[in-house]
């Protein structure tokens, strides 16, 4: 059994409460949001709806109470990036895992956090696109850029009304994986690949990667329709990082690189063996 504290109970929080309370393995033990917020006091059952839980909602001046008094495992933390920063170090020096969903981080911000997960011997996974299907559309998208190096890329992305950054940070994550594969593949990029964003309606959020040459193309497109995708990742990087030391990312998490190199490892063996 893993015991979770959640940071940060908003729209993703509070989805990702719902979809860990019916797993077996994992106990929702509190959470923590803003200061003065009228959660705090509260079981974590009242502000979903639900019959109460026994957990509690803390404010972030308690986080050290909650360390010792709660004893969570793993903090999930889907909050906003000051929040993560200024709990960060409590956690690791604790010793407690990590999952990070929230996004907005520095440069600085993320190599601190890998210092302390180093220092303290502390387990850390940093997810800023924690969707399955999403970190898979990356891999994919290395593939194609390694592969079909002369087509031409463009990316398109819809999210909701409400998406303040446009592009969006995945579509430039996609951006920099076919940049990557280019480069892999010995071609150089001196222009940047073309994003369209649209911000419309309730959008959950599409991202579409079209590589077309003189006589066919290749698509690939990801959807999510609903928040609960959120959650099936953070379970995902929770089920992980038990008994783990470390700083890791999604593409750790699903073993990502394995899957690549032994994929691009079969192709060199089956063509050596041809040859
Ligand atoms: N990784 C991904 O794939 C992914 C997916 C979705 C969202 N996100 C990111 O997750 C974060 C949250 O998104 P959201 O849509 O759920 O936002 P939200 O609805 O605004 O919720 C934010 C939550 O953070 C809490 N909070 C604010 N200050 C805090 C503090 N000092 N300590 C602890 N909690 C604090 C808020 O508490 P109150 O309830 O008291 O206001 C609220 O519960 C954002 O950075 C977003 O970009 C990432």
Redesign the pocket.
């Given at each position: 059994m893993t015991n979770v504290c959640l940071?940060?109970?908003?729209?993703?929080?509070m989805e990702i409460a719902r979809f860990f309370m019916e797993q077996r393995d994992i106990k929702i033990v509190g959470a923590?949001?803003?200061?003065f917020?009228p959660?705090i006091g509260k079981d974590i059952g009242e502000v979903l709806g639900l019959p109460n839980t026994g957990a509690k909602i803390y404010s972030?001046g308690q986080l050290k109470h909650v360390i010792d008094k709660i004893k969570p495992d793993v903090f999930v933390d889907?909050?906003?990036?000051?929040?993560t920063m200024?709990?960060v170090k409590t956690i690791a020096e604790a010793g407690k895992g990590l999952v990070i969903?929230?996004?907005?981080f520095s440069k600085t911000d993320l190599m601190r956090m890998r210092v302390l997960a180093k220092k303290h011997g502390a387990a850390i996974v940093y997810?800023?696109?924690?969707?399955l299907g999403v970190n898979v559309m990356m891999l994919l998208t290395n593939i194609v850029s390694r592969i079909l190096t002369d087509y031409d890329f463009e990316i398109s992305e819809a999210h909701h009304r409400h998406k303040k950054d446009a592009p969006s940070g995945t579509a430039l994550k996609i951006a920099d994986e076919i940049e990557k594969g280019l480069e892999f593949s010995g071609v150089e990029v001196n222009r940047p690949i073309p994003i369209h964003a649209t911000r419309a309606g309730g959008i959950v959020g599409r991202h579409q990667l079209i590589a077309a040459g003189d006589n066919d193309k290749i698509e690939i497109v990801h959807e999510s329709f609903s928040?609960k995708a959120?959650a099936e990742?953070a379970l995902k990087c929770v089920r992980f990082i038990r008994n783990k030391k470390g700083f890791f990312e999604m593409k750790d998490v699903l073993d990502l690189e394995r899957v690549l190199s032994s994929y691009f490892d079969k192709t060199k063996t089956a063509a050596a063996a041809e040859g």
């Open positions: 940071v940060g109970l908003g729209r993703t929080g923590i949001c803003s200061e917020s959660k972030p889907f909050s906003n990036y000051k929040a200024s709990m969903g929230t996004t907005g997810a800023p696109n924690i969707t928040r959120f990742g």
